[in-house]
T-cell receptor, first 116, second 113 residues
Framework: GAGVSQSPRYKVAKRGQDVALRCDPI?????LFWYQQALGQGPEFLTY????????KSGLPSDRFFAERPEGSVSTLKIQRTQQEDSAVYLC??????????????FGEGSRLTVL | GQQLNQSPQSMFIQEGEDVSMNCTSS?????WLWYKQDPGEGPVLLIA?????ELTSNGRLTAQFGITRKDSFLNISASIPSDVGIYFC?????????????FGQGTTLQVKP
């Protein structure tokens, strides 16, 4: 596609439910990043992939958060047993080169998660 | 998580005025970036800076990479209503080979026609 596509755009979950957020990066982009943006804050790094390899997951807040990119294209961020503090916008971004190479990120519109 | 110190937090200006915002860090970055985010959208890259002292323009926008590598500023000249939005600085550490960015808290800009 022309840009990074994320779905769903909005998700309301009851506390304790599991959610899955999908990211379709720009076609051919090697690197994919997930960021979490709380209300009124800047995005915070969660994890990134180079192709199908998850090279850094140090930003994931807890073991309830899990991300995968099995074929090196589409990625899914899964949150198990959601808590109210998980409410945020989850941004996906991709880049056409390896994470360490120059080149900047293109962000999707984000998935807004509200946990009641 | 670590975030950059961005100021001011918000600005309310008259159309046509110039705007200046800045970002500081306690650690060194080898890349500084400035993004704009509109409501319900993802951040869009405005300017990227890769070298200490670098001054780069993009239309009415000008940004500089501080000599100390610990700060950057963004100027917007002759503001117009469509400049409204949230501006974020972001930095990438020199020692990092991950490419991940650290963002500031954002500057909310409102422009009065």
């Amino acid at each position: 596609g022309a840009g990074v596509s994320q779905s769903p755009r909005y998700k309301v979950a009851k506390r304790g439910q599991d959610v899955a957020l999908r990211c379709d990066p720009i076609s051919g982009h090697v690197s994919l990043f997930w960021y979490q943006q709380a209300l009124g804050q800047g995005p915070e790094f969660l994890t990134y992939f180079q192709n199908e390899a998850q090279l850094d997951k140090s930003g994931l807040p807890s073991d309830r958060f899990f991300a995968e990119r099995p074929e090196g294209s589409v990625s899914t961020l899964k949150i198990q047993r959601t808590q109210q503090e998980d409410s945020a916008v989850y941004l996906c971004a991709s880049k056409d080169r390896a994470p360490s190479q120059t080149g900047e990120l293109f962000f999707g519109e984000g998935s807004r998660l509200t946990v009641l | 998580g670590q975030q950059l110190n961005q100021s001011p937090q918000s600005m309310f200006i008259q159309e046509g005025e110039d705007v200046s915002m800045n970002c500081t860090s306690s650690s060194i970055f080898n890349t500084w970036l400035w993004y704009k985010q509109d409501p319900g959208e993802g951040p869009v890259l405005l300017i990227a800076l890769y070298k200490a002292g670098e001054l780069t323009s993009n239309g009415r926008l000008t940004a500089q990479f501080g000599i100390t590598r610990k700060d950057s500023f963004l100027n917007i000249s002759a503001s117009i209503p469509s400049d409204v939005g949230i501006y974020f600085c972001a930095g990438r550490h020199g020692s990092s080979n991950t490419g991940k960015l650290i963002f500031g808290q954002g500057t909310t800009l409102q422009v009065k026609p």
